[in-house]
């Protein structure tokens, strides 16, 4: 029997649209999911009801298919966080740009004491494919893999920008970056945060790569121009050892 589609999939322009070709629990799943992405912890049946604006008996069987699938995982407490099931998917997204970028992700974070990441473009959207953090740092930012924003804000999405043919009304700060090699950014997707990233673009993959710092005092004594070109570095690196 075909699943029955409820056409008020509150939440979700993408399901409203054509909701005879969409399926509802799908969409409720990995609405599921991206609701504990944001949240960056765990959350409960009642939480998660609530989020996807569903009874709590639909909320805990969906949970508990997740569940199935390691993609989400129970608490001491009974409620529930991301699993260890989406690391291993995320392994398989351009599995050949995130083995050339790990190792080089790893020596720039460790030789700048500050969180490195790689961002790939999805639409208008910059997101974070892969990061690594500095293992002799006292004092550093996370920056989770999944995390999402405007492409044309913060310096890695103006990085991958750079990378791809100019657009029509794009931002002056991009033709700088291809000028440059390098750009940056502070407070433009979380307050506080100033980002140093260089594009890495290849016949076959567009992306930038990036690290992440609270202020000019973490910066580790480097200025910005010298992080620039250490970041550019790390990019032309990476695009070296692309299959």
Known sequence: MAESVNPA???????????????????????????????????????????LDVHR??????????????????????????????????????????SAALPVLSALADETGMTSFLVIPSGDEAITLATVEPRQSVAHLAYAPGVRHPLDRGAPGLAVLAALPPREGERPEVQEVREQGWAYSRSEVLPGMSSVAAPVASATEVASVAVVYLDASQAGGRDRQALGERVLSAAKEIVADLP
Do not use: F
């Open 9 to 51: 999939t509150r939440g979700n322009p993408r399901a409203e649209q054509s909701p005879g070709t969409r399926s509802q629990t799908l969409d409720r799943g990995i609405r599921a999911l991206e609701a504990l992405r944001e949240k960056a912890g765990p959350m409960s049946i009642a939480e998660l009801a609530r989020a």
């Open 57 to 98: 008996s639909i909320a805990y069987r969906i949970l508990r298919t997740l569940e199935d699938h390691r993609l989400v995982a129970r608490t001491r407490e009974g409620s529930y966080e991301l699993g260890l099931g989406l690391p291993v998917l995320a392994r398989g997204v351009s599995h050949g740009l995130q």
